[in-house]
């Protein structure tokens, strides 16, 4: 099992920054792939970042060019600076770490207001 425990959420005015960060403990050892997902009520909950265990990162085209995920593998935990916050970049986010056997874990969320 793996446990996930996202910080880092809260509210910023619009053009503001926030990082949010998910640290990982359990049976780590067998993820490769870890990420954030972001979720607002009454729709599917949405790709933003996801992160390899070498480095390789793939972004939401709405965030691409503001938000940066990144790791500390030594640390066991995946980070996500988001710049220039938008109103409609509120939303729940979750952190979600993938095993290469396609299981997947995800923490319990933290959430981001981001006001106009």
Do not use: H
């Not at 085209?61 to 500390?72: E, L, P, Q």
């Amino acid at each position: 099992q793996v446990q996930l425990v996202e910080s880092g959420g809260g509210l910023v005015q619009a053009g503001g920054s926030l990082r949010l960060s998910c640290a990982a403990s359990g049976s780590i050892f067998s993820i490769n792939i870890m990420g954030w997902y972001r979720q607002v009520p009454g729709k599917q909950r949405e790709l933003v970042a996801i992160i390899t265990r070498g480095g390789s990162t793939n972004y939401a085209d709405s965030v691409k060019g503001r938000f940066t995920i990144s790791r500390d593998n030594a640390k066991n935990t995946v980070y996500l600076q988001m710049n220039s916050l938008k109103p409609e970049d509120t939303a729940v986010y979750y952190c979600n770490a993938r095993r290469p056997d396609s299981a997947q874990y995800w923490g319990r969320g933290t959430q981001v207001t981001v006001s106009s």
